[in-house]
């Protein structure tokens, strides 16, 4: 089956639609496909075709995104922790991804057409060396697309993402890349896979589960969630129209929440750079001796002046030190995806 579809709505679904389409719409709709194995014991059919199901779920959801203006979507295929589920089932499960991902490499033309970028989040070394190599692929293909990006998380969780970040930022400072002032949250969040995307606007999760399950957590801060009873598969437009609804009700306040941590954010990053400065405040001693001046008065206003001098400085240097470590981070990942992407299948 092709990953990506005409409009299949009936007519009252898309003058639903279209009244949406006049308030605010997510840009990130990120999304927990959840109860497939579910709809398979309640269908009596296999896990694998229940699976198969969700996938087919899956094109209907992204047609949807196409046709509602949203600009990225992101979806758990698979966490970190499914690896203990019995080898028949990961191995059909990798199966399918093998098969559906192949397709991906297929429908180019299509992809190029629709301006879609394919991304992966997750430890993909975890994967089958195969279909690391069909990632990749898939990965080079179709990265300077900008229409829709789709992010498929798999070998994924948020504790596995933090930790890879902090992996990377300590790394950073033992090559004298950065320095130890320069970590704040700005630094971590830039270092997650994330880094590129939208901010996640709207988690929808499935089968009447309540919880997060390690999807996302760092990122869904500010980010309206909604949950709904049917099983992935049974997931229908209307229930995706309920969830922009959701969104639209509550985005003056995700708006504001997110301002606010915006600005927490700018103080945190002043106060550390004037932390910065008051360490070294001996250079600051040494200039203000130098200028040889005995009123007192202007002794303050200019110490005062030269302390501003100093944090703007040091603002600018830890902007400049952050943002080459990033580029140089961005460059080893999407390196490791070409150098993957060189081998056979």
Same mark, same amino acid.
């Not at 309920?242 to 639209?248: G, P």
């Given at each position: ?6 409009d ?5 679904q898309r ?6 389409l ?47 203006n ?6 758990? *295929?698979?966490s970190?922790?499914?690896f ?6 990961v ?5 399918l991804?093998r ?26 070394? &975890? ?7 069909i990632i990749?692929k898939?990965v ?19 504790r ?25 949250? *700005?630094?971590?969040?830039?270092? &997650?896979?994330?880094?590129n995307?939208?901010?996640v606007?709207?988690l ?9 399950s390690?999807? &996302? ?10 949950f ?6 049974e ?7 309920? *969830? ?6 509550n ?11 915006l ?20 250079? &600051?001693?040494?200039?203000l ?19 501003t ?15 080459q ?7 080893k ?11 056979d299948?």
């Amino acid at each position: 089956m092709t990953w990506f579809v005409d409009d299949r709505r009936t007519w009252i679904q898309r003058i639903f639609g279209n009244i949406l389409l006049n308030g605010p719409v997510p840009k990130h709709v990120a999304i927990i496909m959840d109860g497939n194995r579910r709809y398979a014991k309640l269908k009596n059919i296999k896990k694998i075709e229940g699976h198969m199901s969700g996938f087919d779920k899956l094109v209907e959801a992204l047609s949807w995104c196409f046709l509602m203006n949203v600009k990225e979507i992101s979806v758990y *295929a698979f966490s970190i922790e499914n690896f203990k589920r019995s080898d028949d089932e990961v191995n059909a499960l990798f199966d399918l991804a093998r098969e559906k991902f192949q397709r991906l490499l297929d429908e180019k033309e299509k992809i190029n057409k629709l301006k879609v970028c394919i991304r992966f989040f997750g430890n993909v070394s &975890l994967l089958p060396q195969d279909l690391q190599v069909i990632i990749s692929k898939v990965v080079q293909m179709s990265k300077h697309n900008k229409n829709l990006f789709m992010n498929i998380c798999i070998a994924y969780t948020s504790r596995d993402e933090i930790t890879m970040a902090v992996r990377e930022i300590s790394q950073g400072v033992n090559e004298q890349k950065i320095l130890i002032n320069d970590i704040n949250e *700005a630094l971590i969040e830039q270092c &997650l896979y994330t880094s590129n995307s939208f901010p996640v606007d709207l988690l929808v999760r499935t089968s009447g589960e309540v919880r997060l399950s390690d999807f &996302l957590l760092w990122q869904c801060n500010a980010t309206n969630l909604t949950f709904v009873k049917q099983m992935w598969p049974e997931f229908s437009v209307w229930n995706f129209y309920m *969830a922009i609804l959701n969104f639209q009700l509550n985005h003056h306040h995700i708006e504001k929440l997110r301002d606010s941590l915006l600005e927490r954010t700018s103080k945190d990053i002043a106060a550390s750079c004037k932390m910065s400065v008051i360490e070294n405040r001996k250079v &600051l001693v040494d200039r203000l001796k130098n200028k040889e001046i005995d009123d007192q008065e202007n002794l303050q206003l200019l110490a005062k002046h030269l302390a501003t001098e100093a944090i703007d400085s040091e603002i600018a240097c830890q902007k400049n030190r952050t943002t080459q470590f990033l580029s140089s981070l961005n460059l080893k990942r999407e390196d490791a995806f070409y150098q993957l992407s060189l081998c056979d299948i």
